[in-house]
């Protein structure tokens, strides 16, 4: 069974996936009485082991969709002693996020070798709901991602952008078909180490840090199924777990002491002002104000590359795909960069963004339709709460079916489609954080909601502003653009866009 709810990776899986919820609500027995949300019959003691019989998420989400529509818009499954809940209607997920946002953004405890990997659920994404949630996100969201310090980035997402347009260059003179994805994967994982580590890193490096998060990701956490004895029956996956952390250290130790004892200040050469780590160093824990452990930092620093870079990676490839698709689209969206920044310009700048409101509804159109994440990180509830009438049991993981909502048919005019125009003056007006109603949640909504909002949509319209101003994209020659979808850490596209690139400008 995989457990790859282990962290961000929570969105893809397998048949694991049920099994990882059902360890992770232990002791549910009690809730057998209780009026829960409606949902299959349960076998005793086995509870509903169809859910065995889906080997993805993708699986998975089809047959939650057959039982929501038999059921309702909110479900309970069960799995042995676990009771799982899951909710797919926009309505009810406001009511849960937003009207009762204390009660419901606690988190699933972490189970098996996971508690190493995020030092006791020291990272933002898995601590519970809590002072130590509240203090490490904080530093993120209000120290990290406040505006001046992501402008102090700027020049970083000048050089990455300037590098990979010089690979892309390369593609265009040669004629050479590109696939997308692996070159801005690249992009995106230097420009996050930057941010996190305060320095550029060497090619070399930013490859070994790529592979040890992404072995990591990959990895089965079958010890997760049996909490207490797992370490000793699947000795030799643990040590491999183990030994993959040790590396991890080792990488990025020097990198977060290089940090200790520096003035910050940008020398205009590739060090910045403030980078993650030095807020790490610089935090006092909840816990009798001590610093955090390297060991801590660590975590800290591996959550902050993963949760950053496949979303985003997949969010560009998948809006990139959608332009190949549409070549009408792409057209519209050149002629409204070209009259902003001219047609002479070098590159799209930062300060431009604003003023691009069709950019700004690809993007968005992108998120709804091809959401990396279909299901939000697991929820839990910190004690035990009604929602609609039904009892939703503390212990219970609660699931929200995000992709689902930005589909649905009764709040969006053929939901299927490809459609930016949705989002321009009077089209269907949306607020992407949720607040006052959710309509498409594709960060999430409420307490929990991705800290990262507003950087990762610059990162997503500085880099697709750029790519289209400076290349025609075309299919590649004898290939179709191919929207299946594949599940991996999130929703990849099966066949990934190969493209042929020529430059718009000499
Ligand atoms: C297109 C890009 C991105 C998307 C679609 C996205 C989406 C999400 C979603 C759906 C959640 C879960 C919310 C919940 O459980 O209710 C989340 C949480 C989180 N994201 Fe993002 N994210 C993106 C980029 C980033 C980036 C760039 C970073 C940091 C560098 C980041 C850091 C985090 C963290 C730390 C959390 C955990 C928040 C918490 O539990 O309080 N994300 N994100």
């Known amino acids: 069974a995989k457990n790859l709810w282990l962290f961000f990776i929570s969105f893809s899986i397998s048949l694991g996936v049920a099994i990882k919820l059902l360890l992770n609500s232990p002791h549910t027995n009690s809730n057998n009485n209780k009026n829960l949300p409606p949902g299959p019959p349960t076998i005793p003691f086995f509870g509903n082991l169809q859910l065995l019989k889906n080997k993805t998420l993708l699986d998975l989400e089809h047959f939650l969709r057959q039982l929501h529509d038999k059921y309702g818009p909110i479900l309970t499954l069960r799995l042995g002693s676990s009771t799982m809940i899951f909710i797919s209607n926009h309505k009810l997920a406001h009511k849960a996020l937003i009207q009762k946002g204390s009660i419901f953004s606690d988190r699933p405890p972490s189970q098996g070798i996971s508690r190493i990997t995020n030092s006791n659920q020291h ?17 993120l969201a209000s120290g990290v991602f406040h505006h001046s310090c992501v402008k102090s980035y700027s020049r970083g997402r000048e050089w990455v952008l300037s590098q ?171 002629e409204e960069i070209e009259g902003v920044v001219g047609k002479e310009a070098e590159e799209v700048r930062e300060e431009d963004l604003n003023k691009l409101h069709y950019l700004k509804a690809v993007i968005l159109e992108g998120l709804r339709r091809h959401l990396p994440t279909h299901f939000l990180l697991p929820h839990a509830v910190s004690e035990e709460v009604t929602l609609e009438g039904y009892v939703i049991p503390k212990g219970a993981t609660v699931n929200f079916m995000v992709a ?60 697709v502003a750029n790519l ?7 299919p590649a020659e004898g290939e179709e653009v191919d929207l299946s979808e594949k599940l991996e850490f999130t929703v990849i596209m099966k066949n990934p866009l190969k493209a042929k690139i020529t430059r718009r400008r000499r």
């Open 164 to 334: 990979l347009m010089g690979e892309l260059r390369q593609h265009a003179e040669s004629g050479e078909p590109v696939v997308v994805f692996e070159h801005i994967q690249y992009a995106m994982f230097s420009l996050l180490l930057q941010m996190c580590f305060g320095q550029k890193i060497d090619q070399s490096t930013v490859k070994k840090i790529e592979d040890i998060q992404r072995r990591m990701l990959v990895g089965n956490d079958i010890s997760a199924l049996f909490p207490r004895i797992g370490k000793i029956i699947f000795r030799k996956w643990w040590n491999e777990v183990l030994q993959m952390r040790r590396e991890k250290e080792e990488l990025f130790t020097p990198l977060i002491r290089a940090r200790k004892d520096r003035e910050y200040h940008q020398d205009g050469n590739g060090t910045y002002a403030f980078s993650y780590v030095d807020s790490l160093l610089g935090l006092e824990h909840p816990d009798g104000g001590r610093k955090l452990t390297e060991g801590e930092i660590v975590s800290l620093c591996s959550e902050f590359l993963t949760a950053g870079t496949d979303t985003t990676t997949t969010s560009l490839q998948w809006i990139m795909a959608n332009l190949v698709k549409h070549q009408d689209v792409q057209a519209k969206l050149v």
């Open 404 to 463: 689902e909502m930005g589909w649905d048919e009764k709040v969006w005019d053929e939901p299927m489609a490809f459609r930016p125009e949705r989002f321009l003056d009077g089209g269907e007006k949306v607020d992407i954080t949720g607040s006052r109603e959710i309509k498409m949640v594709p960060f999430g909504a409420g307490r929990r909601i991705c800290p990262a909002l507003n950087l990762a949509m610059l990162h997503l319209q500085y880099f």
């Open 123 to 139: 990272t933002i994404s898995s601590a519970g709901y809590g002072s130590v949630w509240r203090v490490l996100r904080r530093n």
């Open 468 to 474: 289209v101003r400076e290349f025609e994209w075309k």
